[in-house]
């Protein structure tokens, strides 16, 4: 009597197991058939292609639900005596360093194609017990994956000026004075609706705080032209500019956010290993119905990122060529805290044979130019330069010694969320500073940054309240100039 009561039991919990394991696949078919509805009968058929090391299962990436990214960075902040306060933002590379999720981020910046970001330090700094010191915050809704951080010292004449190309691949050290008088005055500077803004050419403009800026709205533009330019030298297009009132945000992609909800649900530890045995047990047959990609997607197997696009939140600047026709020559990108001079040689098809130059810089967001000039075959001024390492690096939420993350090596990421600060010390100069010689600094970064993730959502919580004041005051602004709750 004992033993059958024992196999009834045992019956009725497998009944029981089988009714659970048929609803878990019942709840699949739910997300599947919802899915089918938005995306189309293609996706349910996962579009598989060949097999490879990085995509075992033959998933595409579903790239319809997210717009093209815009841009947002992690912020340098450096010790002024008393407390880390905002320089800008950094990070930036080209031909962009932001996209949608960690994965396709991953694959680009370790096929090689984005380059490191190079920003010229402004603001005067102090050592803080004797150490350079720097702060990384996450001011942002977004975050960052960053391989690595070196300090550039460059010492070079009192009477010079060190600029950066807009490439980000290499800086200029000019003599000042020589470097004013080597500008070329334009013929005219209109916006798009004609209004004459030659205030922007004013060289004080450049090496000074700018009595008057252009703001530039989405599609607005700049025309500046000039005559008189000699084939065959080289010329330099110079721009100042900064502003952005928009962030990356949250993941947009429906996708990303079911596959959130589906791993945590699968990954409770009540119910992660009947989860696995429900999909073990019935892969045979979804593989046979051609539902294998859409669960293994909604599970986390593919990528939700937008893929293709390069569109981003800049300023292309263009030349028109012989036929007319606007040509793309670089792409200028604004950071967001404080104005930042760069330049970029002007290609030489770009004077016409009259010596005629027509230059077009266009706003695809919100941002605000400074100055805009031609210089020709500025002289370069001699300068030494040393570099500084991370000597020691903290993450503060997670108390944790980061610096070998900051090395540069291959798979290695200093990974920050909202409301992240990381505090970082370099190492000291090894030689001083010479008479009638000064210094400045530069930091170069590699890595890149995504929207913000619902997992690192969740970890962040009310990151905005671990933010310093000048940083929630501009995340404040930011929201009310484009109605963000």
């Known amino acids: 009597m004992h033993m059958q009561k024992g196999s009834w039991h045992s019956s009725l919990k497998k009944y029981a197991q089988l009714v659970f394991l048929v609803l878990m696949l019942l709840l699949g078919w739910v997300f599947v058939s919802i899915f089918r509805l938005i995306k189309g009968g293609e996706w349910s058929q996962g579009r598989q292609v060949a097999f490879d090391k990085n995509n075992l299962l033959g998933v595409t990436s579903a790239h319809a639900d997210i717009p093209p990214p815009v841009g947002s960075t992690p912020f340098l902040a450096a010790w002024n005596g008393k407390e880390y306060k905002i320089e800008n933002d950094f990070l930036f590379g080209k031909p962009r360093s932001h996209f949608p999720d960690f994965a396709e981020g991953r694959r680009n910046y370790e096929a090689g194609w984005v380059s490191p970001d190079l920003y010229k330090i402004q603001n005067a700094f102090q050592k803080r017990n004797g150490k350079l010191a720097f702060q990384i915050q996450e001011n942002e809704p977004e975050e960052s994956f960053i391989n690595g951080l070196t300090l550039l010292r460059a010492v070079h004449p009192v009477k010079s000026e060190i600029m950066v190309d807009s490439d980000y691949a290499k800086f200029y050290a000019f003599d000042k004075e020589n470097f004013l008088r080597s500008f070329i005055k334009p013929v005219s500077v209109k916006s798009k609706d004609g209004e004459n803004v030659s205030y922007l050419a004013n060289s004080d403009n450049l090496y000074g705080t700018p009595s008057r800026e252009l703001?530039?709205?989405?599609?607005?533009?700049?025309?500046?032209?000039?005559?008189?330019?000699?084939?065959?030298?080289?010329?330099?297009?110079?721009?100042?500019?900064?502003?952005?009132?928009w962030m990356m945000g949250e993941n947009p992609s429906l996708l990303t956010w079911v596959q959130f909800y589906v791993k945590s649900f699968a990954q409770s530890p009540i119910l992660s290993k009947t989860f696995m045995a429900s999909s073990l047990l019935f892969i045979p047959w979804l593989h046979k119905k051609g539902l294998i990609a859409p669960l293994v997607m909604l599970g986390g197997g593919g990528s939700a990122g937008s893929g293709g696009s390069t569109a981003g939140c800049c300023l292309p600047a263009f030349f028109r060529d012989s036929y007319g026709q606007y040509r793309q020559f670089t792409t200028i990108e604004?950071?967001?805290?404080?104005?930042?001079?760069?330049m970029k040689e002007i290609p030489q098809e770009a004077v016409s044979d009259s010596g005629e130059l027509s230059l077009r810089i266009l706003a695809t967001k919100r941002h605000r130019l400074d100055f805009v000039g031609l210089v020709r075959n500025p002289e370069e001024t001699p300068y030494q330069m040393e570099t500084l390492s991370v000597k020691e690096a903290k993450h503060n939420r997670l108390q944790e010694d980061v610096t070998a993350l900051l090395r540069y090596r291959a798979g290695s990421y200093l990974h920050t969320?909202?409301?992240?600060?990381?505090?970082?010390?370099?190492?000291l100069p090894k030689s001083t500073t010479p008479r009638n010689m000064r210094e400045t600094y530069l930091l170069r970064s590699s890595g890149f940054y995504t929207y913000l993730s619902p997992e690192s959502k969740k970890i962040a919580g009310d990151w905005e309240q671990k933010l310093s004041n000048e940083a929630r005051e501009r995340l404040v602004l930011v929201r009310s100039k484009n109605n963000v709750a």
């Open 334 to 342: 604004p950071r967001t805290w404080q104005s930042s001079a760069e």
């Open 417 to 427: 969320i909202p409301g992240d600060t990381v505090d970082i010390e370099f190492e």
């Open 215 to 245: 703001p530039l709205d989405e599609r607005d533009y700049v025309d500046v032209a000039f005559s008189g330019i000699s084939s065959g030298k080289k010329y330099f297009l110079v721009t100042k500019s900064h502003y952005r009132d």
